[in-house]
Structure formats: C-alpha cells, structure tokens
C-alpha cells in the first residue's frame, strides 16, 4: 500500500488548474477558474476549479473532486494509476506497485501503454540506426524534419520484415497479450503466430491530450498500390473517433489565440508547428467527428478548416462546418493555392505569408460557400442558387442558438436578396427535417442494440450456455408502457442525489468550528444521516472534535478520498452575492444571518425524514413477523416514531432545538434582530 503521506504530497505537488487545462479552456473568474465541463454537453460555462481547496464542481451535472478523481475519470483509470500518472509528471517518487492492488483491468491498460512505448522507441531506432530506413529520413530530410523535431513527434521507421517488432519485443519480454491489445501484432491466416501489423511504413505516433502514445499511424514510402496511411484499430486506450493529432502540442496555444486551425495530415501538422504556428490540429485519419469537436471547443470558440481543394475535402469540409456549427463554434474556412496544402505553402513562404493570407482570405462559412459556388458558376443559375442556399439554410439550422440563426439568415439575405420570411420559413422545414432525422436515427441505434443483443443470445444458446440471458427490450407502440432497459455490464446506476438538510449539517459543522459542532453533534446522531457518505463525514467530524483535532473546509480538502470530493459539493455554491454589492445598498449579505438557525432548520429535516425511513422499517418488520409479542412491539414502536414525527412537524424550531448556552450564539442571535437606518449604516 502507498502511504497516506505519499499521497498527500502527489496532492501537494499538483497544479489542478495545469491538469484540468490539459482538457479544459479554463478562465479565472475570482479565486477560481471557469470553463466548459469535459463530463458533460454545455455551452454555457458552468465547471468551476477551485485551485485554494484543490477541487473541482460542475453545477451543471454535480460532477465534483480532487486532482485525482479529474484524472480517474478523464483517463478512465483507477485512483493508484491516477496518483502515479501524476507523480510521475511532478516528479514525486512513489514505492514499486503492489500486484494486489491492481485489477485486470488495470494491468492490461498498463501493459498495453507499455507496449505502445515500447513499440516508439522500437521505431525511432530503426528510423535512425537502419539502412533500410534510409528511403524515410530522405522523406523527412525534404520536409526540413532535423532529429530534433522527430525525436519531439516521436517520428519512426517499422522495418518490411513481418516479424521484427514482434519478436524483439518477446526477446526483451513483453508479454504478446499486450502486443495484441495494442493493435501492433495481428494474427497469422494460416493460425500459427503473429506478425507486425505495420511494416516498411515511415511511423508517426498518435498521442492524448496528455501526452501518452495511445497509437500509430503509418505512411508509405514509394509507390506501392496499397493505403497511404494505414492507423492502429480501436483499442482500450484509442477511439480514434475522440482524437485530434497535434493536440498535446497544441492545446496551450488554442488556448492563447481562442482559435484552433483544423488541417487534414500529419505533416501539415509537424511543420506548422515546426514553424510556431502551434494552434494546430488534424482529425486522426478520420472524417470530422462531433467527439473531436468537442474536444477541441474545450480549449477554443473559434475554427479555422484548411482542407485540400479536391472533391474528397470539399465534402469533408461541408461535414466538419455542420459539426462544429452544431456545437456552437464560430467557423471560418481557407482555400490556399492551387497545389498547394499547409506543409508545402509554409514551407515554402513561411510563417508570416501564411498567417497573413489566413488573415486576409479566411471567410465565415456562409460567404466561403457562396464564394465557391460564384467560383463554380452555380450562383447565377437560378436551381443551383436554390440548392446553395438550401445548402447555407442546412448548416445555419445546426446552429443551437436562436440569435446565431437569424443573424446568419439576415446575412445570407443580404446576399442572396430573396427576402427574410422566405428564408426564415425554409429554415423552419430544415429544422424540422433534421429534429426528424435525428428521431430515426436513434431508432435505428435501438434497434441495431436490440439485434445485437439477440444475435449473442443465439450464439450463446447455440454454443450450450445455459445461463439465464438478459430480456431484449422490445419496440414502444403508442399505447405501450416502456420497457425496462436492460443493465449495461459493469454500469453503476444513477447516484442518488444527496439530502440538502444533511449536506447543510456538515456545511456547518465545517466552517462554524467547534460550538457549531457541539450544538449539532449534541441533537443528532450518525444513524439519522441516510447518505452513507455523509454519515461517515458526521462521524469523522464528532472524532476529530473529541480528539481536538482541527475542523475545516481546508483540512478536509486535504484529507483522502473521498473527502475533498465531498468538500466540493457541500461547500462550492455556483452563484454568490457580488462582493461589491454590499458597497452599493449598504449592507454585506450573509447565507447563513444566524448559523444556530440554519442549523435547527436542517436537524428539524434531518430527524423527520429519518422517523420516515424508521416507520417504513417497522412497518416491514411487522407484516414479515410470525411471534405476537414480536408485533405488539413493533406496533409500539411504530405508534411512538409516529408521535415523535408530528411533534417535530407541528413544533417550532425554536422550541425542539434551544439556542446553545454560549457567548458565541448570544451574539449572533443579537445580531440578527439588529436593524440600522441607512444614514446609520453609512457613519
């Protein structure tokens, strides 16, 4: 086990503000930081760091925690990969791992990282050691590639022989399960072995936002008439349809500039960069996907699309401009010259040419697209006028807000000079097609699930497997109850949303210190919390408060799971009174005017809701109950939990719960009845 201490000083080290930014476009607001949540859809800025407490909480879905919990779940891994992911990158040293402490699961993610790390320094040997690479350096030596921008990208060579990697990487004992997981062996067709999935191909390593290599792609070299690129198939580390290439490069730098450039190759990324155009970024082999688009509206609101002028990147342009107008990004687009794409034009102009014709021509979608149907002859023929302006009216009806719209629609007026209601009444119908398109589309996803999940039925029944199956959820008809969604493997449910009153009660405790805590751990006890989390913080708190030891929001960010979590929910609130406001009327609100009558609040909702759960308990024991005597007791209790329960109900707060006798609560509850005229107030 890692001790307690160790953990506190990977948390110490720790910048949260630097690891959520790797994923996040955060602004500082206060003494926090804001930005888009990365756990869900929002576009509306709602999740907040909070770098003094070392947490995180987003009110718009309540995700919440510490460091490690945002890297548990960015990185889909457990607490102790987490801390040692972040030890590793704040240079703290951790004791060697203990098996037990590590799942299956665990492992083959490790290994598989492992195996992909191997397989780049494998490469980048060959690439630079090897004759046969020779073909390779002279492609990157034209592109002005030196060893320090390969060893910076990682830059490789996977030699023709079949079986090299593979074999060597046995050799030196890496276990062929990882290998296999990590997409870079396949097996043999004649069933005896494996052999490399890339060969004779110049290799460029795919890498998350955080920097780990989680695939390859490889380029060939020459004219073989086989794919030019051919990428590492999905795997438990890699969707290729949530990666961007360049973006752990670039991610600080769309931050500055608010501005992503989207290009479509690999080496128009390496050699923008090379030349300091760093807010650069390509699609991973793949078309646009709406997972990359928001990935990247994470750290950017502005994209500029460079893609190649032949027919495939034009209708892969159109696509990616819906994408990104769907998630609410302001979207410009650039042709560049005739035979030219980003690698070659900056190779040959330069930085400062590029960026002043990215300046000068870059258009908004809407006049790009007229401007290449003007270019194409289309605007002038009145049916392929109406098709382009159906076009423009498809891409504005993904825009999510009502202003963006008609703003668009009043430009493309302006343009096209038909008139704004029969544009705005297209819009309508387009909008209406896509809300419809949309309907079918997960119809679709349904029933694929739902013939997914018979043809493993059959193949299981087919196979002897006895064991009972899950029921296949059938088709709603109108006049039909939904049916009960089956359980995905391994998915939790729903947490269930925590009582206030309770979440109140520990708020108290922790920001009133000791009298705060007497008084409340005198009226209520541990049983009465129904959140387990939130019983085992009361009762930590009554410990340390016996045991004299410090009660604070600060000493609980600090403390282990799950405790900062728990910190950040109770004690973050989303809206706060202007700090100046109190300047402008005269008077500083406060939450709590008297925190004794916050308290009585709470414990009057705490003690009612627990004689609920407490009646419903008796209740079951008495229907389950065979022995008389077991009944009439229980009928006893039931009778008495009832009367408790109306007495709280029809009792003033003051009356259950006195003020404390204490010089610290005689003050407050003065202050609450003190009133200062305003000329008062301003003496």
């Not at 699930?449 to 043809?455: C, I, L, S």
């Not at 008495?622 to 009944?631: G, H, Q």
Request: aromatic fraction near 10%; include cysteine.
């Amino acid at each position: 086990m890692i001790p307690d201490e160790k953990k506190e000083e990977v948390r110490g080290a720790a910048d949260i503000v630097e690891v959520v930014e790797d994923y996040v476009k955060l602004k500082r607001s206060g003494r926090s930081w804001k930005g888009l949540c990365p756990f869900h859809d929002e576009k509306t800025p709602s999740f907040h760091v909070t770098p003094d407490l070392g947490i995180y909480k987003c009110f718009g879905c309540g995700e919440s925690g510490d460091v490690f919990n945002f890297v548990m779940e960015m990185e889909g891994v457990g607490f102790v990969e987490a801390m040692r992911s972040l030890a590793d990158r704040y240079g703290v040293s951790l004791p060697e791992e203990d098996a037990e402490e590590f799942d299956e699961e665990h492992n083959l993610r490790e290994g598989i990282y492992h195996a992909l790390k191997y397989a780049g320094v494998f490469f980048y040997r060959h690439l630079m050691e090897t004759k046969e690479a020779q073909k390779a350096r002279d492609y990157l030596q034209e592109r002005g590639y030196d060893r320090k921008i390969i060893q910076k990208y990682g830059l490789g060579y996977a030699p023709s022989d079949g079986e090299k990697l593979y074999k060597t990487a046995l050799d030196s004992g890496l276990n062929e399960e990882y290998l296999l997981e990590a997409g870079l062996i396949k097996p043999s067709n004649r069933g005896d072995g494996y052999y490399d999935a890339f060969r004779g191909r110049l290799m460029f390593p795919i890498f998350n936002p955080s920097g780990k290599v989680i695939a390859y792609a490889g380029r060939v070299l020459g004219k073989e008439k086989t794919a030019k690129y051919i990428n590492s198939p999905q795997t438990k580390v890699y969707n290729k349809s949530k990666v961007l290439y360049g973006i752990n490069f670039a991610k600080n730098d769309i931050r500055k500039t608010d501005e992503v450039i989207l290009v479509e190759g690999y080496t128009d990324v390496i050699s923008l960069q090379q030349y300091g155009i760093n807010n650069v970024a390509a699609s991973s082999g793949t078309s646009l996907t709406p997972d990359q688009m928001k990935l990247l509206h994470r750290y950017g609101d502005t994209i500029t699309m460079i893609y190649d002028s032949d027919s495939a990147g034009q209708r892969a342009m159109k696509r990616g401009i819906n994408i990104a107008l769907r998630e609410g990004m302001d979207v410009k687009l650039l042709d560049l010259p005739e035979a030219e794409d980003p690698d070659s034009f900056v190779r040959q102009f330069g930085k400062d040419s590029f960026l002043e014709l990215k300046r000068e021509e870059s258009e908004d979608f809407l006049s790009y697209q007229i401007h290449k149907a003007k270019d194409e002859g289309r605007w002038e023929a009145p049916a392929e006028k109406k098709k382009v302006i159906s076009e423009i009216l498809e891409s504005i009806a993904h825009m999510p807000d009502q202003v963006s719209r008609e703003t668009y629609v009043q430009h493309l007026n302006s343009k096209a000079k038909i008139g704004d209601r029969a544009l705005f009444d297209e819009l309508g119908k387009i909008r209406k097609q896509l809300k419809d398109e949309r309907k079918k589309a997960r119809q679709r996803e349904k029933r694929r699930k739902e013939r997914e999940v018979r043809r493993q039925q059959e193949e299981q029944q087919d196979a002897g497997d006895q064991r009972p199956q899950a029921p296949v959820p059938h088709s709603v008809g109108f006049n039909d109850q939904p049916a009960t969604e089956p359980q995905k493997k391994n998915q939790p449910e729903p947490p269930k949303k925590r009582p206030n009153y309770e979440k109140e009660l520990i708020r108290l405790m922790l920001m009133y210190d000791r009298d705060m805590i007497g008084y409340i751990g005198s009226q209520c006890n541990e049983q009465q919390f129904e959140d387990k989390q939130l019983r085992e913080f009361y009762r930590d708190i009554i410990e340390r408060y016996k045991d004299e030891k410090e009660v604070s929001v600060e000493a609980y960010a600090e403390r282990e799971h799950p405790y900062p979590e728990l910190v950040g929910e109770i004690v973050l609130e989303e809206h706060s009174v202007s700090e100046r406001h109190h300047e402008k009327i005269g008077v500083q609100y406060k939450k709590d005017k008297n925190q004794y009558r916050t308290a009585k609040g709470a414990l009057k909702a705490l003690k009612i809701h627990y004689l609920d759960r407490l009646q419903v308990d008796l209740y079951e024991r008495y229907n389950s109950s065979e022995e008389e005597d077991e009944r009439k007791k229980v009928m006893k209790a039931m009778k008495e939990a009832g009367r408790q329960r109306t007495l709280l109900q029809e009792s003033p707060i003051d009356e259950l719960f006195p003020d404390p006798d204490s010089d610290a609560a005689k003050k407050v509850s003065e202050k609450v009845f003190e009133y200062k005229m305003k000329h008062e107030r301003e003496e």
